[in-house]
């Protein structure tokens, strides 16, 4: 069994492993860094810490249309997450809650009709009529890196 | 297995220290090897301690060769031995093998095979006898005492008098046993003779003398006395005094003399080795404090408490600050020590002729400032001596003096470190630094004829340049100086080149004394606060958008006769926002910025406070971010960037 984090942005939902994911804040002042990538919203200051926030719809390269629908700014949440031993927060719309699921559940298949890049994800869960996206974060942060 | 790693990390540092006595120890004695005494004393000692904490750890070829080392100090210290090249080689050799042996043991990895070199060392010892004494088959021993003369000698000791080692050398050929008698005449006017070797029945049986006289004398005079007093004997070619080390400290251990022990206990405070992390946890912790310390003030709360608590917190604050800083402070002759070497060896090896000076190594820096610098210290050094000092031969032609000079050089102006690099070589020519820019693509041949002197220099600092034509094994190595300059720049520092064709060059290199908490100007930019550190301010305006000037569509304004370029912070840092609009205001605020040489206004929304900061590096993930060094957390919790103002015009 595998667990996953589940979340929105924009319109879909989105799953993350679980493994990765260190806690979830309330969405608080982000401050802007200059002279970075687009998908870069800023830094928080998470308990002393200086935590980088991406914002994970710019880094999907989600379209307008897609990622600007039922969005409730209450709802808004930073989820921290631990890549190669980095804290790296990641704005969503919504934190829906973790589900458990089967490996064999998880299907490699590539989603066709999103704007989302094939390489970001790692395979999709379908669940009650649902269709969860499950994001490769490693390649989604990392991507100058893995090219 | 933790106590065994706490141990070795101490040893570590204690081995390096040790072996960095040991290589300044050398090479002040191949300079002035007349003066060798206490070179040696304090050379024994180190390689003594050496020995002692291998063999506690359990490292035996360091303990052997320590103790092979320590041996040839103790001939040397008995004058048994002349100091040459041959035997400076070997040391240094040896020393290099105890550095070996130890970055192997780091890794941790087998130590090192050194028979090799154990032979040699025992070839040497061996061989090369000690100075002339054929004849001799009762080498020169020391006098040995057992336990009763020990204790013999301790009853005669008193607050007045000492026990002294005598070493008497006397010309070869003189009439051999007339002059030793003679020294043992002289030395029992002078004081006691405990014991003599040879000794006078000796002498009378006409036993074989040789050129050396041994005796342990008890005696109220001083060893400068008692040397003069015998050296006034004909044929005494040298002779050596020294305090007896077995009784020195018997007086201070006696009863009557508790007083004086007492005394000198107070003289040295005890110290702790720590390790750096912790250092630097008490640091953040600090910063945490100040932190929440300035969330406090800025409650700005009507209560008498409050208001009275508060300066007390701060001053308690500032003064914890203060003295982790203090603690953090080492002095920078910790890596200046390692260069002595560095230039010997390379001057040597390059054919140059180079007296290396330096100058302020009690200056002190923080300790994670001191690490970062040693590569880029070593590397103006090699330039200086690789590309700045001439050739002997080429110094004389110039009318220059044969031997170049280095100058390493470190002292305090303010708040910031100065550290200087000096050698009265060739010097640069900006024209042929613009040449090769052009040729390697740096910069384009319509930019170079815009350029000013200055300017033309600061090339040389470019990423893709190295004057050299040829990548020299020396100081090629492909890094270039503007290697140098990303280590300065990380450290919040700055570096300015001077240099005169023809007589020598100069970096000057400023560090900020600290770079975890420092005092910052507060600005507002386009809604966001950013730092901006007061070293590097010159002044706070507020301008009069009528005073703006335009020079080559540059917007300036004069200040006390300097024409200051004006700097757009929104456009400097990218916003997506329209720039220049500042001219609309009537009061612009500015802050003018020294950089370098260069002089600057940045223009910026609005001035803040000032405050103290504590720097934190951005997470890794970002890597380098233009125009921005860092961030600090402020008053309300959030984070404010810290604007790295030097590299923005």
């Known amino acids: 069994m595998k667990q996953f984090l589940t979340f929105h942005l924009g319109k879909e939902s989105y799953a993350l492993n679980l493994v990765q994911t260190k806690e979830i804040i309330k969405n608080k002042k982000i401050t ?10 800023g830094v928080i200051n998470l308990r002393g810490q200086i935590v980088p926030v991406l914002d994970l719809k710019k880094s999907l390269g989600l379209k307008p249309e897609d990622a600007n629908t039922n ?14 031993n980095l804290l790296i927060g990641i704005l969503v719309d919504s934190v829906l809650g973790v589900v458990e699921v089967d490996e064999e559940e998880i299907e ?40 | 297995v933790d106590e065994r790693n706490q141990y070795l990390q101490m040893f570590f540092d204690e081995a390096a220290e040790n072996l960095q006595i040991l290589n300044k120890r050398i090479l002040e004695l191949e300079k002035r090897p007349e003066s060798s005494r206490e070179i040696i004393d304090s050379m024994f000692r180190a390689a003594h301690s050496l020995k002692g904490m291998a063999a506690t750890m359990g490292f035996a070829k360091l303990t052997e060769l320590s103790h092979k080392i320590e041996n040839l100090m103790d001939e040397i210290r008995k004058g048994q031995r002349e100091i040459d090249d041959s035997l400076i080689k070997l040391l240094f050799k040896g020393i290099d093998h ?48 057992d336990k009763e003369e020990i204790q013999d000698i301790k009853n005669r000791i008193t607050p007045t008098n000492s026990v002294y080692r005598l070493t008497v050398v006397l010309a070869r050929d003189s009439l051999l046993d007339v002059r030793a008698y003679m020294v043992l005449k002289k030395a029992a006017e002078v004081g006691y003779i405990f014991k003599a070797s040879p000794d006078k029945e000796k002498i009378e049986k006409e036993e074989i003398v040789n050129q050396f006289v041994y005796l342990i004398l008890i005696s109220n005079l001083s060893p400068q006395d008692i040397k003069r007093e015998i050296e006034e004997i004909t044929d005494v070619v040298k002779v050596k005094v020294v305090k007896d080390p077995e009784f020195q400290d018997f007086l201070t251990d006696d009863a009557n003399n508790n007083r004086i022990q007492k005394t000198n206990k107070f003289q040295v405070s005890p110290t702790v080795r720590v390790d750096i992390n912790k250092l630097d946890q008490l640091m953040n912790m600090v910063g945490e404090l100040l932190i929440n ?16 608590i508060l300066p007390q917190l701060d001053r308690v604050t500032m003064e914890l600050h203060h003295l982790v800083m203090q603690v953090r402070m080492v002095p920078v002759g910790v890596i200046f020590n390692r260069f002595p070497r560095m230039v010997r060896d390379l001057s040597k090896q390059m054919g140059k002729e180079v007296n290396f000076i330096i100058e302020g190594e009690d200056t002190e820096l923080d300790r994670s400032i001191i690490d970062e610098l040693t590569d880029p210290l070593n590397h103006l050094l090699r330039n200086a001596i690789d590309h700045g000092i001439e050739s002997p031969a080429f110094r004389e032609r110039k009318g220059k003096e044969k031997v170049g000079t280095v100058l390493l050089k470190a002292y305090q102006k303010g708040s910031e470190i100065i550290i200087e690099v000096e050698d009265n070589g060739q010097g640069i020519n900006p024209d042929n630094v613009v040449k090769v820019a052009i040729e ?13 002197e200055i300017e033309k220099l600061n090339l040389i600092f470019e990423p893709g340049f190295s004057t050299a034509r040829e990548v020299s094994d020396v100081s090629g190595r492909g890094v270039g100086l503007d290697v140098v300059k990303k280590v300065v720049d990380s450290l919040d520092g700055n570096i300015i080149l001077q240099s005169q064709p023809g007589t020598g060059t100069r970096f000057i290199i400023s560090l900020p004394l600290t770079l975890a908490i420092t005092r910052a100007l507060m600005v507002k930019i386009n809604g966001e606060v950013f730092a901006i550190p007061l070293n590097v301010i010159n002044e706070t305006l507020e301008i009069e958008a009528s005073s703006i000037k335009r020079v080559k569509g540059q917007d300036v304004i004069v200040l006390r006769n300097r024409t200051i370029p004006l700097v757009d912070s929104r456009e400097r840092l990218n916003l997506n926002v329209e720039y220049g609009l500042y001219k609309e205001r009537n009061k612009i605020p500015v802050v003018t910025i020294n950089s370098g040489e260069k002089q600057f206004g940045l223009v910026v929304d609005e001035l803040l406070n000032q405050q103290e900061i504590v ?6 993930f970002f890597g380098d971010i233009k125009n921005i060094s860092g961030a600090t957390i402020i008053g309300d919790g959030d984070v404010a960037l810290i604007l790295d103002v030097r590299n923005i015009a």
């Open chain 1, 32 to 41: 802007n860094v200059p002279n970075t990538e687009e998908d870069i919203s």
């Open chain 1, 71 to 84: 969005i409730n700014e209450e709802e808004k949440r930073i989820v921290v997450v631990e890549l190669n």
């Open chain 1, 108 to 147: 490699k298949v590539s989603v066709e009709d999103k704007s989302i890049k094939k390489e970001y994800i790692d395979g999709v869960i379908k669940m009650d009529r649902q269709l969860l996206i499950i994001i490769d974060l490693n390649k989604t942060v990392f991507r100058g890196e893995v090219e």
């Open chain 2, 98 to 145: 105890i550095g070996e042996i130890i970055s192997c043991l780091k890794n941790r990895r087998e130590e090192r095979d050194i028979s090799g070199y154990l032979q040699k060392i025992a070839d040497f010892i061996g061989n090369k006898r000690p100075v002339n004494i054929e004849q001799d088959k009762t080498a020169p021993f020391e006098l040995v005492l």
């Open chain 2, 293 to 308: 310390k300035t969330r406090l003030e800025s409650l700005n709360l009507d209560n008498e408490t409050y208001k009275d």
């Open chain 2, 440 to 452: 390697k693509g740096v910069i384009a041949r319509e930019q170079a004829e815009e350029m000013g």
């Open chain 2, 615 to 620: 720097v934190k590096s951005l997470n890794d």
